[in-house]
C-alpha cells in the first residue's frame, strides 16, 4: 500500500466487490520500538490506498481493528504508538465513508 502506482494497477485489473486491507502491522511491542515504521505502513498506505479507492471510484472497504484502540490494558506509551496507528485508520476509512 505505499506504492500508488502498484495500487493502481491492482485496481485496472477488473472489478472487485470490496477491499479488505490486511496489511496493517499490529504488534505493539514493536510499534514501541518502530513507530515511524508503523505509521508508515499503516497511516500512509491506508491513505493511498483511499486515494487509489477514490481515483478509480471505488467505495466498499471492509474495515477490521485490533484491540489496542478499545481499551485494551496497555501502558500510555504502547497505546500512543500501535493504538494511535490504529485510532487514525479508522478516522481516515470514517473520513472515507463519509466523503462517499
Request: glycine share 8%; aromatic share 8%; hydrophobic share 45%.
Amino acid at each position: 500500500m505505499l506504492d500508488p502506482t502498484s495500487l493502481d494497477s491492482v485496481f485496472a485489473l477488473g472489478h472487485f466487490d470490496a477491499v479488505i486491507p490486511f496489511c496493517a502491522r499490529s504488534l505493539v511491542g514493536e510499534s514501541v520500538q518502530r513507530p515511524y515504521d508503523y505509521y508508515d505502513n499503516n497511516v500512509v498506505g491506508t491513505l493511498n490506498l483511499l486515494r487509489a479507492m477514490q481515483r478509480h471510484a471505488f467505495g466498499k472497504i471492509v474495515f477490521s481493528s485490533t484491540a489496542a484502540v478499545l481499551g485494551e490494558r496497555l501502558s500510555a506509551r504502547r497505546v500512543a504508538s500501535q493504538g494511535a496507528n490504529q485510532l487514525l485508520w479508522r478516522q481516515q476509512a470514517a473520513g472515507k465513508m463519509r466523503a462517499g
